[in-house]
């Protein structure tokens, strides 16, 4: 190392006192003897003994003389997005349930004016304004540590129901024409707590496939007047009108009572494919996100539960159609193994209604009257009030002895 060392002190001298030419013979010579790269070897006879102006911590400046390769020193800049913004970002983030970070900016400036305006948050203008600027990118570096800190598989309880399935048209997921508004999805998600013994309460999930606008209801059984009534009650509440329902091969769904209801009303009536959940993608995937996600996994048999549950969708439902921003699949394309798939921007079920021209301006002005009226704070309270309810009475429950597991 020593010689090498002394070869840069004396190579770097003439180096650095040579014309082109002299510069070239030597640097191919000082590659030879050493072994280095070209260019790192150019560095070296160029910055070898130079004296170089360096600022320090503290600001004070002093004097290196180069004898090995300096490190470059990242450019320091003020930040921008500080406590303050992460404070302010914090509560609005858990207020929407989590959301990834490209749907929560999409929906940061009107939550926050929702917020000011019920006075739930006291929000500075200077960081209401960071709030407005602030990107998809860093919303998920800010909440990375505490995304982490939250990181079951759910079981299918759908029994083939074999009358009309060949009276029952066959629908993929691919065949929905996505461009008209009325055509839903609709699925049923038990509530058994692990036991499928006795009798136990399921939920009612009708999902929009255009605007993603979700519909929820709770039953004590899958009885097939209960579905049909609750499937009933949801179409007086639909701000648009009906024109089709696609369920899977359940026999709660492929029945006398809905087929006749929907030949009589005009409504298309379709099935999925056996085991192809992909066909009903959209429902499936409210079930979690919707259902599961704010019930849990628990078992609901009992009366007063099943009120709760009710209790609890009408103001859940609200809560997703209006404040909730989601992305639809555009177009899917492969190379090869690789798949790109196209999003459009997070809208939520509410605004993706007021931009469709096939909603009534009626139908639109009172959408905009119920949402004008919202507070998403006082709803997300009331639906953690009933969530803690649920939980009573399930503790309730377990204290006194059941015999499934729960």
């Known amino acids: 190392?020593?010689?090498?060392?002394?070869?840069?002190?004396?190579?770097?001298?003439?180096?650095?006192?040579?014309?082109?030419?002299?510069?070239?013979?030597?640097?191919?010579?000082?590659?030879?003897?050493?072994?280095?790269?070209?260019?790192?070897?150019?560095?070296?006879?160029?910055?070898?003994?130079?004296?170089?102006?360096?600022?320090?911590?503290?600001?004070?400046?002093?004097?290196?003389?180069g004898s090995h390769r300096l490190k470059k020193r990242r450019r320091s800049r003020p930040r921008v997005y500080g406590s303050d913004v992460y404070e302010a970002l914090y509560p609005l983030w858990e207020l929407l349930n989590y959301p990834c970070g490209k749907r929560l900016k999409a929906c940061l400036p009107e939550i926050c004016r929702k917020a000011l305006e019920f006075a739930e948050l006291e929000i500075a203008e200077d960081v209401v304004e960071k709030l407005k600027r602030i990107s998809a990118a860093t919303i998920d570096r800010m909440l990375q540590v505490d995304r982490a800190k939250g990181v079951m598989k759910c079981r299918a309880k759908t029994k083939p129901g074999t009358l009309l399935k060949h009276q029952i048209a066959l629908r993929t997921g691919g065949e929905w024409d996505e461009g008209e508004v009325g055509f839903t999805e609709v699925d049923l998600v038990s509530h058994d707590g692990g036991c499928t013994r006795g009798e136990f309460g399921y939920t009612l999930n009708m999902t929009e496939i255009e605007s993603g606008w979700?519909?929820?209801?709770?039953?004590?059984?899958?009885?097939?007047?209960?579905?049909?009534?609750?499937i009933k009650q949801i179409r007086g509440k639909l701000p648009f009108?009906?024109?089709?329902?696609?369920?899977?091969?359940?026999?709660?769904?492929?029945?006398?009572?809905?087929?006749?209801?929907?030949?009589?009303?005009?409504?298309?009536?379709?099935?999925?494919r056996a085991y192809r959940k992909n066909d009903n993608c959209h429902v499936e995937q409210k079930n979690y996100m919707a259902v599961r996600s704010y019930v849990g996994h628990s078992r609901y048999d009992r009366k007063e539960e099943i009120e709760a549950l009710n209790k609890l969708y009408q103001a859940l439902c609200p809560f997703l159609n209006f404040f909730q921003p989601q992305v639809k699949l555009q177009k899917k394309e492969r190379w090869g193994s690789r798949v790109k798939k196209t999003y459009d921007l997070p809208r939520t079920p509410y605004l993706r209604l007021l931009e469709s021209d096939q909603i009534s301006p009626e139908a639109k002005t009172e959408l905009?009257?119920?949402?004008?009226?919202?507070?998403?704070?006082?709803?997300?309270?009331?639906?953690?009030?009933?969530?803690?309810?649920?939980?009573?009475?399930?503790?309730?429950?377990?204290?006194?002895?059941?015999?499934?597991?729960?």
């Open 1 to 65: 190392m020593s010689t090498r060392n002394e070869l840069k002190r004396d190579e770097s001298r003439r180096y650095q006192a040579s014309g082109r030419k002299g510069k070239i013979a030597i640097l191919q010579e000082f590659c030879r003897l050493t072994g280095y790269n070209r260019h790192y070897a150019a560095y070296i006879l160029r910055n070898h003994g130079r004296r170089v102006a360096v600022s320090g911590v503290s600001g004070e400046r002093f004097i290196l003389e």
């Open 368 to 406: 905009t009257r119920i949402y004008r009226q919202l507070n998403p704070f006082a709803l997300k309270r009331e639906i953690e009030k009933i969530q803690n309810t649920l939980l009573k009475l399930n503790r309730e429950k377990r204290k006194g002895g059941p015999d499934y597991a729960a």
């Open 214 to 230: 979700v519909e929820l209801g709770a039953l004590p059984n899958r009885a097939q007047v209960w579905v049909l009534d609750l």
């Open 241 to 272: 009108d009906l024109r089709g329902i696609d369920s899977d091969n359940g026999g709660e769904f492929i029945n006398n009572h809905l087929h006749t209801y929907c030949l009589q009303e005009g409504i298309e009536f379709t099935r999925s």
